[in-house]
């Protein structure tokens, strides 16, 4: 297992991680899985012997049954692990119950912490903008968290470039420790996170986690054009999160995938994280797992290095279309840096 630097911090995080909100399946999270402590603490047996040492969670899954039953599962070896989780989204039906106020995020702090059974959280994640709370008043919370010791460090996620860009810039002008992470979606089905978030992470130092590599399972394999996904599959219609953006270019994604796979002995799952594992400014892709066999063959991910030519195939079936100021930008940078600049997004040849 490759281990990588966290954004501008000193820490390091395997490039495969686990994701657990398939654990509790309380909710509208039952349909991604209901794993309980027993299958839990097996599924982190294989992820230790792989050397995984990143575990994603947060408080909203299953209304903290999966921070729970991860703090069962891990119990007697919460050194090898970091454990990361996240807050802003309700936990009760207050008016306070949510957001990014001072007062729920250190409540729900406190509650994370007694539900996984620890002294501290390696990575405690803002899950969303607020656009309530004045930034000040959150990064004050985050900051006296660490200083108490309760956090080690802190991220973002689902943020626009914009939102990062000001809270990076907000924590340095008061002095607060600043995020080190973001925890983004990003997918061969979906590659909006080139647009800004990758170079603004990349710019501000923040390191990348991916959330929903396979794009919720469309990039396993299982879905081909003009068949049926098979038993517990998933009729596209039915993706909600993440939306499915074009379903000609997912197919003719899917068929690269598969052909590349079946070249080297492998998945179209494994090639899709692997394409990942390669792209700049991520540290860790987050592999989320019903069953054993499932992620035992999605780890097999850590050890498939693509050739420069299956990338370029890869790129270029599933390359979005430039969005405005982009396409204009494109045309004019190489009057400053030269040719080789052209492209604001790996793989789109300069016009």
């Known amino acids: 297992m490759e281990y990588r630097q ?38 982190l047996d294989i992820c230790l012997e792989a050397g995984i040492n990143l575990i994603d969670t947060a408080n909203a899954y299953s209304r903290g049954r999966s921070e729970e039953i991860l703090g069962e599962a891990m119990a007697g070896r919460r050194e090898r692990l970091l454990v990361a989780t996240k807050v802003r989204f309700r936990m009760g039906e207050g008016p306070n119950d949510l957001g990014l106020s001072r007062a729920h995020v250190v409540a729900q702090c406190e509650a994370s912490l007694m539900r996984l059974g620890t002294d501290r959280i390696d990575l405690y994640q803002m899950h969303q903008w607020d656009g309530l709370t004045p930034l000040e008043e959150t990064l004050e919370a985050f900051d006296t968290l660490t200083r108490a010791g309760k956090i ?8 626009a470039g914009w939102q990062l860009v000001k809270i990076m810039a907000t924590a340095r002008a008061m002095g607060f420790v600043p995020p ?3 925890q983004i979606y990003y997918s061969l089905e979906s ?25 919720g399972g469309l990039l396993s394999g299982k879905y081909r054009r003009g068949k049926a996904p098979g038993e517990g599959g998933r009729h596209l ?30 998945s179209a799952a494994e090639v899709a994280l692997a394409w990942l594992l390669g792209r700049q400014g991520v540290a860790s892709v987050i592999l989320g797992a019903r069953t054993e066999d499932q992620l035992r063959r999605n780890l097999g991910a850590a050890d498939l290095v693509l050739a420069a030519a299956e990338r370029e195939r890869l790129d270029r ?6 969005i405005y100021p982009h396409w204009h930008q494109q045309r004019t940078i190489p009057d400053r840096l030269g040719p080789a600049a052209a ?3 790996e793989g789109h040849p300069a016009e």
């Not at 080690?152 to 943020?159: E, T, W």
């Not at 080139?194 to 794009?215: N, R, T, V």
């Open 343 to 345: 492209s604001l997004i």
């Open 152 to 159: 080690r460090y802190s991220g973002i996620s689902n943020f």
């Open 237 to 266: 219609n039915d993706w909600h999160e993440p939306p499915l953006s074009d379903e000609e270019r997912l197919y003719d994604t899917i068929e690269e995938l598969v052909a590349i796979a079946d070249g080297r002995g492998a």
């Open 6 to 43: 966290l954004g501008r911090s000193g820490l390091k995080v395997s490039a495969l991680a686990f994701g657990t909100a398939t654990f509790g399946g309380v909710g509208p999270l039952a349909k991604w899985g209901a794993t309980e402590t027993a299958q839990a603490r097996r599924l």
């Open 180 to 182: 080190v992470a973001q």
């Open 317 to 322: 079936v599933s390359l979005p279309r430039l």
């Open 191 to 215: 590659r909006d996170a080139e647009y800004e978030l990758l170079p603004a992470g990349i710019d501000q130092g923040l390191g990348a986690l991916i959330w929903s590599p396979l794009a």
